[in-house]
């Protein structure tokens, strides 16, 4: 059993700055992500991370950047620094966790096991 809690979301303004954090409970899973869904598209990821002995992270395209995830193993909280934001990176913001191999840009979202209750991003022009 894990619980994922989002927050840091906001409303700022094209080129500034937020840092969402999600604090995670229960099972702890070595990798974890970011996801994002803008109205009207579907959910896609936006970063990964491997907090193993090795840490090893993946963004997406489009964020490549501007955007670093980052993970307190200590703490178990997983956080999303957003530099630079566009209108484009408007959405909800969910936190994930689930064995690795499902947690990458290349493996569809719908089979991710544990999910936060996202929070709004939204970036005005």
């Known amino acids: 059993q894990v619980t994922l809690v989002e927050s840091g979301g906001g409303s700022v303004q094209e080129g500034e700055s937020l840092r969402l954090s999600c604090r995670s409970s229960g099972m702890r899973y070595r990798c974890m992500g970011w996801f994002r869904q803008a109205p009207g598209k579907e959910r896609e990821g936006v970063a990964f991370?491997?907090?193993?002995?090795?840490?090893?992270?993946e963004y997406r395209d489009s964020v490549k950047g501007r955007f670093t995830i980052s993970k307190d193993n200590h703490k178990n909280i997983l956080s999303l620094q957003m530099n630079n934001l566009k209108p484009e990176d408007t959405g909800m913001y969910y936190c994930?966790?689930?064995?690795?191999?499902?947690?990458?840009?290349?493996?569809?979202?719908?089979?991710?096991?544990?999910w936060g209750q996202g929070t709004q991003v939204t970036v005005s022009s």
């Open positions: 991370i491997d907090a193993g002995r090795d840490i090893s992270t």
């Open positions: 994930a966790a689930d064995l690795c191999p499902l947690m990458s840009l290349t493996q569809p979202t719908r089979n991710v096991r544990y």
